[in-house]
């Protein structure tokens, strides 16, 4: 008997934008987990003004990679309002 929900291989739609920009995902991805792991894990273990300075490297490198992951979502809805208006 056939589950009545959608598997991930029956619904092409949901899972096109993923494969189409799967580095951009990556790498966005990939730069905020390091900026988390550099502000929440590295930086505790120094004090005073290079704890302060690795807690803003980290946090800033965070924020870079959401930016880049924004940026990617963005081109994509751009080349999609382009092919379909």
């Known amino acids: 008997m056939k589950h009545p929900g959608l598997l991930w291989h029956e619904s092409p739609v949901k899972f096109n934008s993923l494969r189409a920009n799967w580095r951009i995902w990556l790498s966005g991805t990939a730069i905020a987990v390091t900026g988390v792991i550099i502000a929440r894990l590295v930086a505790p273990h120094f004090e005073g003004k290079t704890q302060a300075v690795l807690s803003m490297i980290?946090?800033?490198?965070?924020f870079a990679g959401l930016i880049v992951i924004v940026f990617g979502v963005n081109r994509r809805l751009k080349r999609d309002s382009q092919e379909n208006p």
């Open 58 to 62: 980290g946090r800033f490198t965070g």
